[in-house]
C-alpha cells in the first residue's frame, strides 16, 4: 500500500482490526463485518489478527520475552498476561525464543526491551506479531525509521515469513521503489481514495504522477 | 505560499507566547509585592530584632560542636548516655515512618488503581461494557476518600487524635498514615493515567482484553514512577515521624524540643545530625533499591 503522507494509510490499517472505526463503508473479516460483530467474536478475530505499529509499541520496562508473549493474549485471559509477566510457561518461553531466533535476535530474550537497538526493537515487535501465528499481518511503515539496506532486509524477513508461515501481508509503504521491487500487489492511496490496485507491472507512468502530484487546489483547501 | 502563511503565522504565535509570558511574570511579581506591602502594614513582616539575632548567633555557632555527651548538670538519674539516647529516638523514629508507610502503602495502591480511570476507559473488548458502567460507581467514592484523607495534614490529624485519646504511638502512626494513604493514592492514580497507552491500544488491537492490557502494558509502565514517589514519600514521613515527637512519641522530635527548651544547642544539634543522617541513609538505600529492582540506569 503506497502513498503520499496523510493518504489514508495508517487509518485503513486500524480500520482492519478495529481500531479505528469505519467512517464509511465497513471492513469485512471472514465474512462477516467488524462493525456488525460482538465483543467476543470481534477479540476472536482480532487474535488471528497482527498488527506492527509504526513505532513499535513494545512495552520499554518489560523483558524483550514478556513483550513477545503479549502477542498470544489474544487467546487467554488476565491470568496468561500475570503468568507472562512473572514466569512465563516453559513451552510459551521456547516459542518465543525460536521466533526471536528466526528473526535474528535470539540472544536477547531475557534483556529489558529498551536496553534494544531501534533495529532490534523492530525485531521484537515482528516476533510479538507472530506469536499467535496470524492469518493476517498488517505492518505500519515498518521500514520508515530504518537505513536503506535494513529496509530492504526487514522486508524480505517479512515477505519470507509470511511464505513459510502461509499469512496474508498489508503493508504500508513509502518507499515506491521498494514496494514495486519486492511485491506483487500494489495499492496506491491518496487523500483517502483508492487510485490503483494492480500488480507492479501493470503500474503507468500516469498513475505514479497522479499518486505523488503536487496539487496546488488541495493545498489551498487545506488551509 | 502556504509555507510563508505558516511561518508568519508561526511567529505571531512566538510572540503572542512571549507577550504571555511576560504577563504571567509579571502577574506573579505584582502579586508579591502586594502580599508583601499588605503585611507590612499590618506589622506582620517585622525584621528581627537584635535580640533573636543573638539568639540564633548561638544556636548556628554550635553547629560544628554538637555535644557527645550531657553539657548540663541537670541529669535525670538512669537516663542513658547521650549517643543511645540519640540512637534510640533515631530508631523509634524509623519505626514510626515504616508502621504508618506500611499501612499507608497498600491502601493507597487500592484506592489509587480505583482511581485511576485507565481500567475503565482504555478501548477494546472483554467486559468492556461492564467495566463502562461500573467504572464511575468505583472512581468517583475513591477519589473523594482520596481527598478527604488526604485534605487534613498529620499535624492535624495529630492534634485531633491528641485532644481525643491522647497521641499514642499507634495514634502517631495513623495520623501519618491517613494522609499519606490519601496522597500516595491520587498520585499512584495519576501516574498510571499518565503512563503512555500506545502499547495498551496496540495488545488490544491483537485481541488482548483491557485488563490484560492494563497489567501488562500500563502499570509496568508507571510501576518505575510509583516507587520512586513511594520512597519520596517515606522520606517525608521519617521528617513527619520526627516532628510529631513534638506531641509525645520519643521520636527525635521530642528530644528536640526538650534540648530547644534548656537551650542546649549542642546537644540540639547532635539530634539535628541524627536527622541528616536519617534522611540521607533513606536516599541512599532507596537509591540502591530502585537500581537493583527495576533496572534503573545510576544517571537518575
Known sequence: MVGPSGAGKTT??????????????????????????????????????????????????????ANVLAGGFGRGGLLTALRALLKPRRADTQRAFELLQRVGVGDKLYQRSDKLSGGEQQRVAVAR????????????????????????????????????????LLVSLHN???????????????????????????????????????DPSEDEQRD | ?????????????????????????????????ASAALLSAQGQLTLPGLESLELLGRFFSHALRPALDYGSPFVPV?????????????????????????????????????????????????????????????????????????????????????AAVGLSDTAAVLAIAIPYAGTLGKVFSEMIDEAPRDAAVQLTGSGA??????????????????????????????RSAAVLGFFGPETLGKFIRLAWNESLYAELWTYLYALF???????????????????ETPAR
Not at chain 1, 507472530?130 to 524480505?156: C, M, N
Not at chain 2, 523509634?92 to 499507608?104: D, E, P, Y
Open chain 2, 78 to 162: 538512669g537516663a542513658p548516655p547521650l549517643l543511645l539516647q540519640v540512637a534510640t529516638a533515631t530508631w523509634r523514629t524509623v519505626q514510626l515512618a515504616v508502621a504508618a508507610m506500611s499501612l499507608a502503602v497498600p491502601v493507597a495502591l487500592l484506592l489509587g488503581f480505583a482511581g485511576a480511570s485507565a481500567w475503565w476507559r482504555l478501548p477494546g473488548p472483554g467486559g468492556r461494557a461492564v467495566l463502562r458502567r461500573l467504572g464511575p460507581l468505583v472512581y468517583a467514592p475513591a477519589r473523594v476518600v482520596m481527598t478527604l484523607a488526604r485534605s487534613v495534614h498529620e499535624l492535624l490529624w495529630a492534634l485531633l487524635f491528641l
Open chain 1, 129 to 168: 506479531a507472530l506469536f499467535a501465528g496470524p492469518r493476517l499481518l498488517l505492518a505500519d511503515e515498518p521500514v520508515a525509521s530504518v537505513d536503506p539496506e535494513r529496509a530492504r532486509d526487514t522486508l524480505e524477513l517479512l515477505l519470507d515469513l509470511a511464505r513459510e508461515q502461509g499469512f496474508a
Open chain 1, 12 to 65: 485503513l490499517l486500524r480500520s482492519c482490526n478495529g481500531t479505528v472505526p469505519a467512517a464509511a463503508g465497513g471492513v469485512a473479516i471472514n465474512g462477516r463485518l467488524l462493525s456488525d460483530v460482538g465483543e467476543r467474536e470481534l477479540r476472536r478475530t482480532r487474535s488471528e489478527l497482527a498488527f506492527i505499529p509504526q513505532d513499535l509499541a513494545l512495552v520499554p520496562e518489560l523483558r524483550v520475552v
Open chain 2, 1 to 33: 505560499m502556504s509555507s510563508a502563511t505558516d511561518s508568519r503565522a508561526g511567529t505571531q504565535r512566538a510572540v503572542v507566547g512571549a507577550g504571555k509570558r511576560r504577563a504571567v511574570v509579571g502577574a506573579i511579581a505584582a502579586a508579591g509585592l
Open chain 2, 277 to 295: 543522617a536519617l534522611i540521607a541513609v533513606s536516599d541512599m538505600a532507596s537509591r540502591a533499591l530502585r537500581q537493583r529492582f527495576l533496572g
Open chain 2, 209 to 238: 482484553t483491557a485488563a490484560q492490557a492494563f497489567s501488562l502494558a500500563l502499570l509496568p509502565r508507571a510501576l518505575p514512577d510509583m516507587a520512586a514517589y513511594t520512597f519520596y514519600r517515606f522520606e517525608c514521613a521519617l
Open chain 1, 176 to 214: 515506491l521503489e521498494l514496494a514495486r521491487g519486492l511485491f506483487g500487489r500494489l495499492l496506491g492511496l491518496r487523500r483517502g481514495r483508492l487510485l490503483f490496485d494492480c500488480a507492479p507491472a501493470e503500474l503507468g507512468d500516469d498513475e505514479l504522477e497522479a499518486l505523488y502530484a503536487l
